[in-house]
């Protein structure tokens, strides 16, 4: 009767009206940034829910009737697109049957279980109520993202615009079997992102002329930095602690590496190259200078690298990749050491990241080199094959004497660089740099026919310096920016940079738009007399052969650059093919409405330095996401800047260093920390200067002990670095009153993040007593792992910690405290391009879905465990026997009775279609599992019963049934080549080889491309670029 309403038109307005996207209504703390758009969406849905009630009860008679009436019509309009239900992996029937396994009453009663009482949260979190469904939250995030003005950029600076090249957009950046691969740590099922990463190396080296080249690192400042300290460890840093940094190298890149001096013992020496006395500095340990300049200019450092040399320093350079296209590059004046951004081969700019840094040297510093390498070595077989190569550097292994901190890289931006050099061949690469050039040239001459002075004028590549005095050069460029062109003030000096996008249409428009402002109109200058060839000055004209080797100069066409790029995806298992149970690492799904904002111009195409005006719909994202965080872990305040996890401890602890400084305590310098930690968290205390003190935690840390490690340093103590629950597994009792004690004793709680997925909405670091945390956006909010970048690591702090948050020195964050403990990332958001990644991630789950996220995860590991139990020793668990959202696996007994090592184990998994979990940490002989919520029942239960199997095949060597030389464990993984060769002489049979469950036949083989990797070789004889 209602719908057959004597006043129809009304009705339908009213239904128009409610069936229209509205956002919800939200808190204020979290929606004080979307004001202008979510919460005049809920007024106008609220009064339209209003007056639709009101015209209900005039036609149905009673209010309560209205009411049922009024749900009935919402509920039939909700969106159907909700996201909670596609990223939980369990249906409700198979909830119940999870429960019963393990032996709960429901997912409630296993929560209780789990989480101590005192830690639980009863607060709901303050996000978005998940009702927009996946197609609402991505037009809100167009609506926000839309605010940005895509200027024409003639910034520079670092950050350049250029061309995705369509198949490497559509075929890698945006394709689920390169973006949510993990890093390669599983060498015999990462082959093609690894041998796509030998591609980048071997062209860092040929550009940079250096001997070798590392798989790439976080951004150009924080490679700096990186440069700095790995040539502190190479000579006496005691005698020598004194680093040049040239004044005209980018701004940022200087903030970074003032940041890391500070604590590193090193003394920072800022100046005029040109005019340094580098014989006078004899505790000089190395300098840094810009290639070219940041003001563009071209300059020969030869003599400034021989007089560095004679005193014993070593010669940084920080190097545009594009010019060294076309320039002579840093080995021919005697660099030692290059750095720099491949931003411009083929990435957007993203507003300051994610994109990969490089840093090259010679063979003697490889063993300091931070950062992942890949190598050669040989499979079982005798087949070449790749692999991560002197992982002993490595954070894991050396702890708080590891050569970096970095853990991760920007394998999927190398990747994507890598392609772009593959795609245009050398030849196409020398046209770009060529008709980059070409613009430079053309506007320098156009200018100078103006009547303008180019103070660069005779030696540059990509960017023109124009002296405007006396005008004000700052409120020029403010001018510019007006008419959407964005240009850079460095003192009296207004720089033009130009890129691949630029057209020469755009020379002559900002040629007229500085003549519309009042420049030029004299007498012709000396640029005017520059010949626009596309050639830089002879005396730094790139003249011998580079990129010869095939990779770069053999695919012309796209059809065989789809089918290249497509055989390396088949030869390495990620997401897309089975579940990824990496314990710590949270492979959880990646969707693709989550990621779809990262490909959309307004994203894309934003300079991290475009004016403010510009860029309003990236900070109100951004300042969203990080109440979105604050609300999640209970704190008071965030920085987005750090760009992975461990960049994020490394914040965290700079602040608590300033913290302790500003109170008049900096000679607080303890860390204590449990044997558990994760590898990154000494290493990142080291580079903070700080002394750790260990603490055993193999079954939870004793609080009587603990109390006396606090009680022993207490004059000294800065803070503890802790995770929760506990990298074993589960959540301690007693971690308020360990949180306590370090306060007692006047430290500070630093919480890692790695295991928040099993914190969201149930517990928070704010709760458990922690004062700053990291979170990996990468793992607990769904932005990919990408191979091994990029990730976003941002910190949460207390409200006493806030003054102290990250700080940029050419564009302030809003989030940046008073007092500030400097920057850790070039870009003052950090990786902004990635940032909707996790906001769209909150935004379609809402306050519900993140809490079921964390629900879920726990469930699905105390299922698996539940399973495997009987099987395997499990480590670790709390007085319920209940385990957090990941399980240990301890072979230790296994290893005794059979000679069957965990190694063998992750290795046969293979065999079954599965990425071997976590191994050996944090206990020795052990596979650490964490399913992450996305995973299905199916799926936990395949990976159980490839564990169960397993264990059977283990009984048979047990048993003498194989031998412990030759059965399918110590021979995994296999390959087809092995399988299919004729001859076979194994005692188990090739079915058993490669097909050990039947799902392997009904979903799809993955075949390893190569067999068990010979580590210690490929460490031994060190190859790791392409020759041919």
């Known amino acids: 009767a209602f719908f057959r309403s004597a006043r129809p038109r009304n009705l339908a307005s009213m239904l128009s009206k409610l069936s229209s996207r509205t956002a919800p209504v939200a808190e204020k703390a979290t929606f004080g940034t979307l004001r202008e758009v979510s919460a005049m969406r809920a007024l106008a849905a609220n009064a339209s829910r209003a007056h639709l009630q009101t015209a209900m009860q005039s036609h149905v008679g009673s209010a309560g009737q209205a009411r049922r009436a009024f749900s009935t019509v919402q509920k039939l309009l909700e969106p159907v697109d909700q996201f909670a239900m596609r990223h939980l992996g369990p249906s409700e029937k198979c909830v119940e049957e999870m429960c019963k396994t393990i032996g709960v009453k429901d997912l409630n009663a296993l929560m209780e279980e789990t989480i101590p009482e005192q830690v639980r949260r009863q607060v709901p979190l303050e996000l978005p109520d998940g009702t927009l469904g996946e197609a609402g939250s991505l037009q809100l995030a167009k609506e926000i993202l839309s605010k940005n003005v895509i200027a024409k950029n003639f910034i520079g600076n670092g950050y350049h615009g250029s061309h995705v090249p369509g198949p490497i957009l559509r075929n890698l950046l945006e394709n689920p079997g390169w973006y949510t691969a993990y890093t390669p740590y599983q060498a015999e099922i990462s082959q093609g992102r690894m041998e796509s990463l030998v591609n980048f190396q071997t062209l860092v080296c040929e550009l940079t002329g250096m001997e070798v080249a590392n798989s790439s690192l976080l951004d150009e400042g924080s490679a700096g930095a990186e440069a700095m300290a790995m040539i502190a460890r190479t000579v006496n840093s005691k005698a020598k602690n004194q680093f040049f940094v040239s004044d005209q190298i980018h701004p940022q890149s200087l903030d970074v590496i003032k940041t890391r001096a500070s604590y590193f013992g090193m003394e920072l020496v800022v100046g005029d190259h040109a005019t340094a006395d580098f014989s006078a500095m004899p505790k000089l340990c190395g300098a840094i200078v810009q290639y070219p300049d940041t003001t563009g200019r071209l300059v020969d450092y030869s003599a400034m690298g021989e007089?560095?040399?004679?005193?014993?320093?070593?010669?940084?350079?920080?190097?545009?990749?594009?010019?060294?296209?076309?320039?002579?590059?840093?080995?021919?004046?005697?660099?030692?050491?290059?750095?720099?951004?491949?931003?411009?081969?083929?990435?957007?700019?993203?507003?300051?990241?994610?994109?990969?840094?490089?840093?090259?040297?010679?063979?003697?510093?490889?063993?300091?080199?931070?950062?992942?390498?890949?190598?050669?070595?040989?499979?079982?077989?005798?087949?070449?094959?790749?692999?991560?190569?002197?992982?002993?550097?490595?954070?894991?292994?050396?702890?708080?004497?590891?050569?970096?901190?970095?853990?991760?890289?920007?394998?999927?931006?190398?990747?994507?660089?890598?392609?772009?050099?593959?795609?245009?061949?050398?030849?196409?690469?020398?046209?770009?740099?060529?008709?980059?050039?070409?613009?430079?040239?053309?506007?320098?001459?156009?200018?100078?026919?103006?009547?303008?002075?180019?103070?660069?004028?005779?030696?540059?590549?990509?960017?023109?310096?124009?002296?405007?005095?006396?005008?004000?050069?700052?409120?020029?460029?403010?001018?510019?920016?007006?008419?959407?062109?964005?240009?850079?003030?460095?003192?009296?000096?207004?720089?033009?940079?130009?890129?691949?996008?630029?057209?020469?249409?755009?020379?002559?428009?900002?040629?007229?738009?500085?003549?519309?402002?009042?420049?030029?109109?004299?007498?012709?200058?000396?640029?005017?007399?520059?010949?626009?060839?596309?050639?830089?000055?002879?005396?730094?004209?790139?003249?011998?052969?580079?990129?010869?080797?095939?990779?770069?100069?053999?695919?012309?066409?796209?059809?065989?650059?789809?089918?290249?790029?497509?055989?390396?995806?088949?030869?390495?298992?990620?997401?897309?093919?089975?579940?990824?149970?990496?314990?710590?690492?949270?492979?959880?799904?990646?969707?693709?409405?989550?990621?779809?904002?990262?490909?959309?111009?307004?994203?894309?195409?934003?300079?991290?330095?475009?004016?403010?005006?510009?860029?309003?719909?990236?900070?109100?994202?951004?300042?969203?996401?990080?109440?979105?965080?604050?609300?999640?872990?209970?704190?008071?305040?965030?920085?987005?800047?750090?760009?992975?996890?461990?960049?994020?401890?490394?914040?965290?602890?700079?602040?608590?260093?300033?913290?302790?400084?500003?109170?008049?305590?900096?000679?607080?310098?303890?860390?204590?920390?449990?044997?558990?930690?994760?590898?990154?968290?000494?290493?990142?205390?080291?580079?903070?200067?700080?002394?750790?003190?260990?603490?055993?935690?193999?079954?939870?840390?004793?609080?009587?002990?603990?109390?006396?490690?606090?009680?022993?340093?207490?004059?000294?103590?800065?803070?503890?670095?802790?995770?929760?629950?506990?990298?074993?597994?589960?959540?301690?009792?007693?971690?308020?009153?360990?949180?306590?004690?370090?306060?007692?004793?006047?430290?500070?709680?630093?919480?890692?993040?790695?295991?928040?997925?099993?914190?969201?909405?149930?517990?928070?670091?704010?709760?458990?007593?922690?004062?700053?945390?990291?979170?990996?956006?990468?793992?607990?909010?769904?932005?990919?792992?990408?191979?091994?970048?990029?990730?976003?690591?941002?910190?949460?702090?207390?409200?006493?910690?806030?003054?102290?948050?990250?700080?940029?020195?050419?564009?302030?964050?809003?989030?940046?405290?008073?007092?500030?403990?400097?920057?850790?990332?070039?870009?003052?958001?950090?990786?902004?391009?990635?940032a909707a990644i996790p906001w769209m991630f909150c935004t379609m789950l809402g306050k519900q879905g993140i809490l079921d996220s964390a629900r879920y995860a726990i469930l699905n590991a105390n299922y698996m465990k539940a399973r495997l139990e009987p099987h395997f020793d499990i480590v670790a668990t709390n007085k319920n026997n209940r385990c957090s959202h990941e399980f240990i696996m301890d072979f230790s007994d296994i290893r005794r009775k059979s000679g069957i090592v965990e190694e063998d184990i992750a290795k046969r998994l293979q065999d079954y279609g599965f990425h071997a979990p976590t191994m050996s940490w944090p206990v020795p002989h052990s596979l650490m599992v964490e399913p992450t919520e996305s995973e299905d029942k199916g799926e936990l239960d395949r990976f159980c019963e490839a564990m169960i199997s397993i264990r059977a095949e283990i009984k048979k060597i047990e048993d003498g049934e194989w031998t412990l030389e030759d059965n399918p464990l110590k021979n995994a993984p296999h390959t087809q080549q092995e399988v299919c060769a004729s001859e076979w002489t194994h005692p188990y049979s090739r079915e058993e080889a490669a097909f050990p469950a039947p799902w392997t036949l009904k979903r799809g083989k993955f075949w390893p491309t190569v067999a068990r990797v010979d580590n210690s070789l490929g460490d031994r004889k060190l190859k790791l670029r392409l020759e041919e």
């Open 307 to 834: 007089a560095l040399h004679a005193n014993g320093a070593h010669f940084v350079v920080a190097a545009d990749p594009l010019a060294l296209v076309a320039v002579k590059p840093p080995s021919e004046f005697g660099a030692d050491v290059v750095v720099g951004s491949m931003q411009r081969f083929g990435v957007p700019m993203w507003f300051g990241g994610p994109a990969a840094a490089y840093l090259a040297t010679s063979k003697k510093n490889v063993r300091r080199m931070p950062g992942r390498i890949i190598g050669e070595s040989i499979d079982r077989l005798g087949n070449p094959a790749y692999r991560l190569t002197l992982q002993t550097r490595e954070q894991h292994i050396r702890l708080d004497k590891a050569t970096s901190n970095v853990c991760t890289a920007q394998v999927l931006l190398a990747n994507m660089a890598a392609m772009y050099a593959v795609y245009h061949r050398s030849e196409g690469l020398q046209k770009i740099a060529a008709r980059v050039h070409t613009l430079a040239q053309l506007f320098a001459k156009e200018v100078g026919k103006a009547g303008m002075a180019v103070s660069n004028h005779a030696a540059f590549y990509d960017t023109i310096a124009i002296d405007v005095s006396p005008k004000n050069a700052a409120a020029l460029v403010e001018e510019l920016n007006a008419k959407k062109l964005n240009l850079r003030a460095v003192g009296n000096l207004v720089c033009a940079n130009f890129d691949e996008t630029h057209l020469e249409a755009d020379v002559h428009t900002l040629v007229q738009a500085l003549k519309d402002a009042g420049l030029g109109g004299g007498a012709a200058t000396e640029a005017a007399n520059i010949e626009v060839t596309g050639k830089p000055p002879a005396e730094f004209a790139r003249t011998g052969p580079f990129l010869q080797q095939k990779i770069f100069n053999s695919i012309t066409s796209e059809t065989e650059l789809m089918r290249y790029m497509h055989s390396l995806q088949l030869k390495d298992l990620a997401l897309d093919k089975s579940m990824i149970s990496l314990g710590s690492c949270t492979m959880k799904l990646n969707s693709v409405s989550s990621l779809a904002p990262c490909s959309w111009p307004e994203v894309t195409n934003m300079h991290p330095f475009a004016p403010h005006s510009q860029t309003e719909g990236y900070r109100e994202l951004l300042e969203s996401l990080e109440q979105y965080l604050v609300s999640c872990t209970g704190f008071a305040a965030c920085s987005l800047q750090p760009t992975s996890g461990a960049s994020g401890e490394y914040a965290g602890l700079l602040v608590i260093r300033k913290y302790l400084e500003a109170k008049g305590e900096g000679h607080r310098n303890v860390c204590i920390m449990p044997r558990s930690a994760h590898g990154t968290n000494p290493a990142s205390a080291a580079m903070c200067d700080m002394e750790i003190k260990w603490i055993e935690d193999s079954k939870g840390m004793d609080i009587t002990e603990f109390k006396a490690l606090c009680n022993e340093y207490k004059d000294r103590l800065a803070c503890l670095m802790v995770t929760y629950p506990s990298t074993r597994a589960f959540f301690e009792d007693n971690i308020q009153d360990i949180c306590a004690a370090v306060h007692d004793c006047g430290g500070q709680v630093y919480m890692d993040g790695a295991n928040m997925n099993a914190q969201l909405g149930l517990t928070s670091p704010g709760m458990i007593g922690a004062d700053v945390c990291h979170l990996n956006l990468h793992k607990t909010f769904s932005i990919p792992h990408g191979g091994g970048g990029p990730g976003l690591g941002p910190i949460c702090v207390r409200e006493h910690l806030a003054p102290h948050l990250m700080s940029h020195t050419v564009v302030q964050p809003s989030s940046a405290g008073e007092n500030p403990a400097g920057a850790v990332s070039a870009a003052p958001w950090g990786q902004a391009g990635i």
